[in-house]
């Protein structure tokens, strides 16, 4: 069996299909954004003019991420190297106190700490771009459970 996370709640968010559409939309914005979406795949960001200044990237403590951000031409204040789970009090401060009007992330539902990207970014007056998930075939933990329970007669 599989099973996979149920999809957040989009109302206000900007949907697109991909990285690429993401980094196209925002080439086509004014304003600074942070890029929630980890280090492997921040390159399709950098084909968006001036990124290096107007992209914050929040990606894992490790010294390959930092490594990756560096070799795209990220760096110093621009690096936000932690790691969350993260209150939707901290993601509106560090909105704030960066001016960020664009937040970035993928759906990465209630264990990824979507809601509370959701809930800082409308306190913080950003608006979400949010990079859909593929198509996914498998069961809520919900479902799974019941499943179980019907087939071991619990």
């Keep these: ?3 996979i996370r ?9 949907l697109v299909p991909s990285l690429e ?10 304003g600074n ?3 929630t979406i980890g280090s492997k ?4 960001f950098t084909v968006v003019k001036d990124y290096q200044d107007r992209f914050y990237v929040r990606v894992l403590p490790a010294v390959s991420s930092l490594e990756k951000c ?4 990220f760096s110093g204040r621009h690096i936000l ?5 993260f209150s939707a009090q901290f993601n509106e401060a560090l909105l704030k106190e960066l001016q960020c009007c664009w937040l970035v992330t993928k759906d990465s539902g209630l264990e990824g700490g979507f809601p509370e990207k959701q809930m800082g970014a409308l306190a913080a007056g ?3 771009i949010v990079v859909s998930r593929p198509i996914e075939t498998g069961m809520s933990v919900k479902a799974l459970l019941e499943l179980l329970r019907k087939e071991a007669s619990l």
């Design 126 to 128: 950003a608006q979400i």
């Design 6 to 14: 149920e999809a957040s709640n989009m109302e206000g968010c900007i």
């Design 81 to 85: 190297a932690m790691q969350g789970p």
């Design 21 to 30: 559409e993401a980094a196209a939309f925002l080439a086509a914005q004014k």
């Design 41 to 44: 795949e921040l390159e399709a």
């Design 1 to 3: 069996y599989r099973v």
């Design 33 to 35: 954004a942070l890029l």
């Design 70 to 73: 560096k070799a795209l031409g």
